[in-house]
């Protein structure tokens, strides 16, 4: 088991940025995936970004591209989410999650994680 806590959300203006963290124990962080993924209200969850082991393989969802950066700091045992240029449609509760075996590549499958965090607002306003 993992334990995920995710950090840094709030509200911002549109076009402005957030950092988001999630801070995980339990496991040994440089040996699974990460991914994150958001929930508007109302609507399914949906996959954001995720990271490979290493940190050496990225994957996003097409909204996201060029505004958003995943990365990885295994030290830390803390994966990122770098997000600018954001707008309205991103306001979400933003959750950090982890796969429950090893990975050889970038899952992007709400099904391939096994540990999720409590989820952080992110609002955005107009």
């Known amino acids: 088991q993992v334990q995920l806590v995710e950090s840094g959300g709030g509200l911002v203006q549109a076009g402005g940025s957030l950092r988001l963290s999630c801070a995980a124990s339990?496991?040994?962080?440089?040996?699974?995936?990460m991914g994150w993924f958001r929930q508007a209200p109302g609507k399914e969850r949906e996959f954001v970004a995720s990271?490979?082991?290493?940190?050496?393989?990225?994957s996003y969802a097409d909204s996201v591209k060029g505004r958003f950066t995943i990365s990885r700091d295994n030290a830390k045992n803390t994966v990122y989410l770098q997000m600018n240029s954001l707008k309205p449609e991103d306001t979400a509760v933003y959750y950090c999650?982890?796969?429950?075996?090893?990975?050889?590549?970038?899952?992007?499958?709400?099904?391939?994680?096994?540990?999720w965090g409590q989820g952080t607002q992110v609002t955005v306003s107009s």
């Open positions: 999650a982890a796969v429950g075996s090893i990975w050889f590549g970038v899952p992007t499958k709400s099904s391939d994680f096994a540990s």
């Open positions: 339990g496991r040994s962080f440089s040996s699974y995936a």
């Open positions: 990271i490979s082991r290493s940190g050496g393989s990225t």
